[in-house]
């Protein structure tokens, strides 16, 4: 009979244990970042238990089978509270996937080499933002890999949401009333771009002049009717103890206002339940929340790959669950062998609905793989969810440059105390005729200024 020294019972009192001292490591057999830049996968860190689904459970689960009501016991302590309760009284299926070692398929090809090849250059300044290791802007990919510091992995996720230097995501929401009806639907436009970090557009890794800007990113909505035109641009300084410059273009006066910016726990629209500054869970700047803190750390189920096909028309994804069927996007999951749950507070925010929030990272890639956050009074309040994957299902393939392009494909916002529900995918187009774009030097023009702005809304 064959023993195995590290089993599940093992590595959940070991994570335990860290977590009681205070000291948390990323990896168990090796140091993580070490054995990914060696291999480029984290098998060597790991037993084989976190490294498949059908270990981790003994096999009783394994890919290709659903997690629900009749099993979800089984993988609890993967999920987060709220996952948990839609499965067992929602109606709410997860797909098992076989886990992508890969890191490569795992987040932008060139965001990736960046971090491997810029691997200990970063560091923070005296006002708190990260820098080159000559002090000036970060040049690129994540500049904490693999780290088990709380600030650290929020200032990376932030430095750089979409992992691209620029794009435009074509987006429909639905929102969801709690009978199960689809209440409101709209679509959209999302754009972002980096004049700084950049890995894969020239210039780079700086857009000349802008050094002192994180980011442009811009919001258009294109339907229906009674929004159509309107839109919200945020120009982001480099300084994340600053807010971004917020502006919105009215229809209804044909006018660009600018809006206080330190009010981002809003919805952007009616029946909406999505905040500004739910963005990737990181949607405000890193210094304007504190009180950072590891709170978890363990393995996970999160949905990385298999979630787009190019069979389904304009990538739209089927639907489950709920009163209707109407309020859970299919999603699929795989086992994350090791991740941190990072809490913080909203410092500057003395009028924040949310007390903390607590956000979920696969060491692997410092990818968000969810959050929660909590109201004034402790209690759970909303979840943030979101849907990764490399847009190539081995039939055919969207490519972003020389690789297959890597994205988020559907995210779902749930407030826990009304019972709504907010999901948006990913899609090729609209009915506009905007469409999804990658690194594309054309954006700017189209969507991440003023004058776009005026020029959409008449």
Same mark, same amino acid.
């Given at each position: 009979?064959?023993?195995?020294?590290?089993?599940?019972?093992?590595?959940?009192?070991?994570?335990?244990?860290?977590?009681?001292?205070?000291?948390?490591?990323?990896?168990?057999?090796?140091?993580?970042?070490?054995?990914?830049?060696?291999?480029?996968?984290?098998?060597?860190?790991?037993?084989?238990?976190?490294?498949?689904?059908?270990?981790?459970?003994?096999?009783?689960?394994?890919?290709?089978?659903?997690?629900?009501?009749?099993?979800?016991?089984?993988?609890?302590?993967?999920?987060?509270?709220?996952?948990?309760?839609?499965?067992?009284?929602?109606?709410?299926?997860?797909?098992?996937?076989?886990?992508?070692?890969?890191?490569?398929?795992?987040?932008?090809?060139?965001?990736?080499?960046?971090?491997?090849?810029?691997?200990?250059?970063?560091?923070?300044?005296?006002?708190?933002?990260?820098?080159?290791?000559?002090?000036?802007?970060?040049?690129?990919?994540?500049?904490?890999?693999?780290?088990?510091?709380?600030?650290?992995?929020?200032?990376?996720?932030?430095?750089?949401?979409?992992?691209?230097?620029?794009?435009?995501?074509?987006?429909?929401?639905?929102?969801?009333?709690?009978?199960?009806?689809?209440?409101?639907?709209?679509?959209?436009?999302?754009?972002?771009?980096?004049?700084?970090?950049?890995?894969?557009?020239?210039?780079?890794?700086?857009?000349?002049?802008?050094?002192?800007? !994180? /980011?442009?990113?811009?919001?258009?909505? #294109?339907?229906?009717? +009674?929004? *159509? =035109?309107?839109? @919200?641009?945020?120009?982001?300084?480099?300084?994340?103890?600053?807010?971004?410059?917020?502006?919105?273009?009215?229809?209804?006066?044909?006018?660009?206002?600018?809006?206080?910016?330190?009010?981002?726990?809003?919805?952007?629209?009616?029946?909406?339940?999505?905040?500004?500054?739910?963005?990737?869970?990181?949607?405000?700047?890193?210094?304007?929340?504190?009180?950072?803190?590891?709170?978890?750390?363990?393995?996970?189920?999160?949905?990385?790959?298999?979630?787009?096909?190019?069979?389904?028309?304009?990538?739209?994804?089927?639907?489950?669950?709920?009163?209707?069927?109407?309020?859970?996007?299919?999603?699929?999951?795989?086992?994350?062998?090791?991740?941190?749950?990072?809490?913080?507070?909203?410092?500057?925010?003395?009028?924040?609905?949310?007390?903390?929030?607590?956000?979920?990272?696969? !060491? /692997?890639?410092?990818?968000?793989?969810? #959050?929660?956050?909590? +109201?004034? *009074? =402790?209690?759970? @309040?909303?979840?943030?969810?979101?849907?990764?994957?490399?847009?190539?299902?081995?039939?055919?393939?969207?490519?972003?440059?020389?690789?297959?392009?890597?994205?988020?494909?559907?995210?779902?916002?749930?407030?826990?105390?009304?019972?709504?529900?907010?999901?948006?995918?990913?899609?090729?187009?609209?009915?506009?005729?905007?469409?999804?774009?990658?690194?594309?030097?054309?954006?700017?023009?189209?969507?991440?200024?003023?004058?776009?702005?005026?020029?959409?809304?008449?």
């Amino acid at each position: 009979m064959h023993i195995r020294r590290f089993d599940a019972g093992f590595t959940r009192r070991h994570f335990l244990d860290q977590i009681a001292r205070g000291v948390v490591t990323a990896g168990v057999l090796a140091p993580l970042w070490p054995a990914i830049a060696a291999k480029g996968t984290a098998d060597a860190a790991f037993p084989d238990e976190l490294l498949s689904i059908e270990a981790y459970t003994k096999g009783k689960l394994a890919p290709g089978k659903d997690i629900d009501a009749g099993n979800v016991d089984l993988v609890a302590d993967l999920l987060d509270p709220i996952q948990i309760a839609q499965i067992r009284t929602m109606g709410r299926r997860l797909r098992l996937a076989p886990e992508t070692k890969d890191v490569m398929r795992l987040s932008p090809w060139e965001y990736m080499e960046a971090t491997l090849r810029n691997a200990g250059k970063a560091r923070f300044d005296a006002n708190g933002n990260v820098v080159n290791e000559d002090g000036r802007p970060w040049i690129g990919g994540n500049p904490f890999p693999a780290t088990t510091n709380g600030l650290e992995a929020f200032a990376g996720l932030t430095l750089s949401w979409g992992r691209h230097d620029s794009c435009v995501y074509a987006i429909k929401e639905c929102d969801v009333g709690t009978k199960g009806d689809v209440d409101y639907r709209y679509e959209a436009i999302w754009a972002e771009m980096s004049p700084v970090a950049r890995v894969a557009m020239d210039p780079r890794p700086y857009l000349e002049g802008d050094e002192d800007k !994180l /980011r442009y990113q811009s919001i258009f909505f #294109m339907s229906p009717d +009674d929004v *159509r =035109g309107g839109s @919200f641009l945020n120009i982001w300084p480099y300084d994340q103890r600053e807010f971004p410059d917020l502006f919105g273009y009215v229809p209804t006066f044909k006018r660009i206002r600018r809006y206080p910016t330190n009010q981002r726990f809003e919805p952007m629209l009616p029946g909406s339940d999505l905040y500004l500054s739910d963005a990737w869970a990181a949607g405000d700047p890193f210094l304007t929340w504190g009180n950072y803190k590891v709170v978890a750390t363990g393995p996970a189920l999160a949905p990385l790959s298999g979630n787009w096909s190019s069979a389904r028309e304009n990538w739209q994804v089927p639907t489950h669950g709920g009163a209707r069927g109407n309020t859970f996007y299919d999603t699929a999951v795989e086992l994350v062998p090791q991740t941190i749950t990072v809490e913080a507070e909203p410092v500057k925010f003395p009028r924040a609905p949310v007390s903390k929030k607590q956000v979920r990272f696969d !060491l /692997r890639t410092m990818l968000p793989i969810g #959050m929660i956050s909590f +109201d004034r *009074r =402790g209690d759970l @309040f909303r979840s943030f969810d979101g849907a990764y994957s490399l847009y190539d299902d081995g039939s055919s393939r969207v490519m972003d440059g020389q690789h297959p392009y890597w994205s988020w494909t559907h995210v779902h916002a749930y407030n826990v105390q009304t019972g709504r529900m907010t999901r948006i995918e990913q899609v090729a187009k609209l009915s506009s005729g905007d469409r999804m774009r990658v690194n594309d030097q054309e954006i700017y023009d189209l969507y991440l200024n003023q004058g776009a702005m005026q020029r959409r809304g008449r």
